[in-house]
């Protein structure tokens, strides 16, 4: 090979796509059984965290794109999941709000996470635990 460092073996980038899709199509059979996608799912799981928050609020905490979350939150409200309202502070800002569907999702989805830490048999809890840290280090860099 003329230039070793194009290796695809050598690539951290070409690891990471492969673990992330990966992880969407693990994720994918569990979330079926909720009526959502993945996005929709990071969403969900920022407002059970906290309902009731600006858009903007939601665009920080989740990273998603935002013309993305404009999508997501339509099809989410078509779903009678959440409500888009006007904040009574400010009315020129949106605040999203879970209905009552979007809150019972939550007791559904909670095995979730321990179903996809179990597709990592190879990793022990204390590795587990230094690749979110090491991928917190990667996305503040990249960020």
Known sequence: MK????????QICHRL????NGLTRTYRDSLADLNLTYPQYVVMMA????DG????ALLEKTSIDGSAMTQI??????K?????VKDEQ???KRVVKLTGEGQKLQSKAAKIPEHIRCQFPSLDDGEAQLLVQLLDKVIKDLN
Not at 47 to 50: Q, S, Y
Not at 53 to 56: C, Q
């Open 80 to 84: 009678q999941l959440l409500n888009i």
């Open 90 to 92: 400010d009315k020129r």
């Open 3 to 10: 230039h070793p460092q194009l290796k695809l073996d050598n």
């Open 53 to 56: 928050i600006s858009i903007t």
């Open 47 to 50: 407002l059970w965290e906290k």
């Open 73 to 78: 939150l339509k099809k989410m409200g078509d």
């Open 17 to 20: 796509y492969m673990a992330s």
